[in-house]
């Protein structure tokens, strides 16, 4: 049993509930995935076992895959719900559509179809956020923001998925302003899409990571993404930032 990340889990749930208190949001407004790319899956069952968390997210279809099976027979296992966060390629459409439960990377129709046609029978719909472009970085996945509806339209008619919402990935930006109002503009997509498209199932908006949470739920997200804040910092890579925005 590792304790810091229980430790690590429920100062980060305390900052979750904080933040929604600073802006008069209901406790519990806010969902909490646990992003457990490169850790090992014994740190996922830890924390399910130890503090009942249950949403966890993956950016590699493979290790993703690798932890969803190895856990799939412990007790714990067929309570998990798997989400994948990471960049998609065809060749990956079918793992993925197998074995998670979420997707929050779909940004173009071809793998929209391919998710559907491959989403197997016996399983509920698959659950898609798009990922959206916001802050328009040109090495970046993601829909331009001006096509995100004409995307929207057409995922929410294939029969196997269901479309919950959009997910964004802005750069890091050290400012609390600069990353509010990229937030905000993310919440306001998310908002007239809402209203365009009145969805039944429309009502996530998966947006905040360690370094921007405060201000993602500021600005009126409903799902944040945590890894480094629950895990420590990251044995090898899996950033999900272009090097180069780094720099
Ligand atoms: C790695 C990753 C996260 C978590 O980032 P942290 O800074 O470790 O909290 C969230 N979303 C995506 C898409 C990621 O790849």
Not at 82 to 91: A, D, F
Not at 109 to 129: F, K
Not at 133 to 153: F, H, M, Q, R, Y
Not at 159 to 178: H, N, S
Request: glycine residues 6%; charged residues 20%; contains cysteine.
């Amino acid at each position: 049993m590792n304790p810091n990340w229980t430790q690590s889990w429920r100062d980060v749930c305390q900052r979750i509930r904080a933040a929604e208190q600073a802006c008069g949001r209901p406790s519990g407004a806010v969902r909490l995935l646990a992003v457990s790319k490169t850790f090992p899956a014994q740190a996922v069952s830890e924390l399910a076992e130890s503090v009942g968390q249950r949403d966890f997210g993956e950016n590699y279809v493979q290790e993703g895959v690798d932890k969803i099976l190895a856990l799939a027979s412990t007790p714990i296992g067929p309570q998990l719900v798997w989400h994948c966060i990471g960049p998609l390629q065809s060749n990956k459409t079918r793992l993925v559509a197998e074995h998670f439960h979420w997707v929050h990377s779909v940004d173009r129709i071809r793998i929209a179809q391919r998710l559907s046609d491959q989403r197997p029978v016996h399983l509920s719909p698959l659950q898609v956020c798009l990922q959206v472009n916001i802050d328009g970085g040109a090495t970046k996945s993601g829909v331009a923001p001006e096509s995100a509806l004409e995307l929207a339209l057409a995922v929410s008619a294939m029969p196997r998925l269901q479309l919950r919402g959009l997910m964004t990935i802005p750069d890091p930006l050290e400012d609390l302003a600069a990353q509010l109002q990229v937030h905000r503009s993310a919440s306001a997509l998310f908002l007239k899409l809402e209203r365009e498209l009145s969805l039944p199932h429309w009502d996530t908006l998966s947006m905040g990571m360690s370094a921007d949470l405060e201000a993602a739920i500021q600005a009126g997200t409903n799902m944040v993404r945590v890894g480094a804040a629950i895990f420590g910092q990251r044995p090898r890579g899996g950033d999900p930032f272009p090097v180069q925005s780094l720099q």
